[in-house]
């Protein structure tokens, strides 16, 4: 059946360096959506990409999405304390459902 | 102040015993969708409703039941029946259930099993 991958499952980084995480579907995606889940919190909705090759911008955050409509990414550059969480892909599977990737922990090294 | 609205916060579930977990929403939206989060997991579909008086099964619906009597509401009932509860249990919403739409999110209701 239809899978989304997202590597890595954690990453450690310094506060300032940058992060990226990596959003792979077995199928071609309409479109591809990125949430972001603070610590003991809910997600919430960062952005959508509908676009073959969009790429698109939020402060120090980059969002791709690739010519296939296959992959996604989304990298932070020089991280904060406010970007500690977990970062998840979600892609439509069916007209009412979305199927979500595991998710990237960032978690910030003391 | 719109939102979607979960209770408890917590809640522990006795062996034996059916738990329900309470889903609100004042955002006029037709879809509702339930999903269980395990430690460093994903989300998972349990349930999900287009319209009120219908919903359908998600990938891990066993042990779990849900009513939609009312467009704000959307309870998920853990029956006994689930051997392996503890989770934190997301109600999320969106406006008719596209996939191609922004869904929702309530703070969760942590379930532990004394």
């Known amino acids: 059946g239809q899978q989304v991958m997202q590597i890595p499952q954690y990453q450690h980084v310094q506060e300032g360096e940058d992060f990226t995480t990596y959003c792979n579907s077995s199928t071609t995606l309409s479109n591809i959506q990125w949430y972001k889940q603070r610590p003991g919190g809910h997600p919430v909705f960062l952005i959508q990409l509908v676009k073959s090759g969009e790429v698109k911008k939020q402060k120090r955050l980059t969002f791709q999405f690739g010519e296939a409509k296959k992959n996604s990414s989304l990298h932070i550059t020089a991280t904060q304390t406010t970007d500690v969480g977990t970062y998840f892909c979600?892609?439509?599977?069916?007209?009412?459902?979305?199927?979500w990737g595991a998710g990237t922990k960032l978690i910030i090294k003391p | 102040d719109g939102g979607i609205t979960q209770s408890p916060k917590y809640l522990f579930r006795k062996e034996g015993q059916n738990v329900t977990l309470s889903c609100e929403q004042n955002l006029n939206h037709d879809a509702m969708y339930w999903y269980r989060q395990d430690p460093g997991q994903g989300l998972r579909l349990i349930y999900y409703s287009q319209i009120v008086n219908d919903f359908q099964k998600g990938d891990i619906a066993e042990g779990y039941s849900v009513s939609r009597e009312k467009k704000e509401s959307f309870p998920l009932t853990v029956t006994s029946a689930q051997k392996n509860p503890t989770a934190f249990y997301l109600c999320?919403?969106?406006?008719?259930?596209?996939?191609?739409?922004?869904?929702?999110f309530g703070p969760g209701t942590r379930l532990l099993v004394l």
């Open positions: 999320a919403s969106n406006r008719n259930g596209g996939g191609q739409e922004t869904q929702y």
């Open positions: 979600a892609g439509p599977r069916s007209n009412y459902q979305l199927i």
